[in-house]
């Protein structure tokens, strides 16, 4: 009975130290980590905010070198390559105005008409000239700050509006012939010539050019039948 008894202790022993094995066999197996998971650690968060600068540096330069490099950008043209808007367009417009002028027998800035004012309405509003002498046909009176010469007859009207206003001075006998063509006529007087267009039936238009300088002294809106004075004796 005893060695029975015996057995029973030896047996519930070695399974208690059985027991006692197996447990020590799985803590050992928590503590030790697998192999795969040591062979793939965790990036460090330290590791990923040094990555991040490279990205960011690269953003600005890439903006900086999209203007040099777009060729919208290169390609557009400036207002400085452009040509400017029509320093020849602004002379035709011009002389188109002084024909329009003309017709109407007016010189640009001057107010009085040949063939239907009379220079006693010019005096009445300008005053008295600066001088007043015969030449040719008729009689010239000067205003020098208008830049203006007024022919007229002995009755009187006027026959003869001249201007030499500064614009006036500026044009060439190629920017005339470019905006109205070839004139209808060409007179000389001394070195100056005289190059005439016909602005409707009643009058002229005169571009009088020196040979010296090539462009305008003078224009003349003409009323050549008011230059044959009826009165004179």
């Known amino acids: ?21 197996a447990c020590s066999s799985g803590d050992g197996g928590v503590a030790s980590p697998p192999p795969s998971a040591t062979a793939l650690p965790s990036v460090p968060p330290s590791a990923a905010a040094a990555s991040a600068p490279a990205t960011a540096t690269a953003s600005p330069a890439a903006s900086d070198a999209a203007p040099s ?15 400017a808007p029509g320093g020849d367009a602004n002379t ?10 003309a017709k109407q027998g007016k010189a640009p800035g ?11 309405d010019v005096k009445k509003t300008w ?14 009176a000067t205003y020098s700050v208008r830049h203006a010469v007024i022919g007229f007859n002995k009755g009187s ?14 044009l060439t006998l190629q ?3 470019g905006a109205l063509g070839r004139p209808d006529d060409t007179k000389t007087s001394g070195n100056d010539s005289i190059y005439i267009y016909k602005a409707g039936t009643q009058y002229q238009l005169k ?27």
């Open 207 to 233: 571009f009088v050019i020196p040979k010296s300088t090539g462009k305008v002294d003078h224009i003349s809106v003409f009323s050549e039948q008011d230059s044959i004075n009826n009165m004179a004796g």
């Open 1 to 21: 009975m005893k060695k029975y008894i015996k057995m029973i202790a030896a047996s519930i022993m070695l399974t208690g130290m059985l027991g006692v094995a």
């Open 92 to 101: 035709a417009a011009l002389l188109q105005e002084l024909l329009e002028l």
């Open 157 to 170: 009207l006027i026959f003869d509006v001249r201007s030499s206003a500064a614009d006036l001075q500026q």
């Open 110 to 120: 001057i107010p009085f008409a040949a063939h239907t004012d009379l220079i006693d």
């Open 127 to 140: 005053g008295e000239p600066d001088k007043e002498e015969g030449a040719g046909k008729g009689i010239y």
């Open 175 to 177: 920017q005339i012939e």
């Open 69 to 83: 490099g777009s060729p919208g950008v290169s390609a557009a043209p400036t207002s400085a390559s452009s040509p």
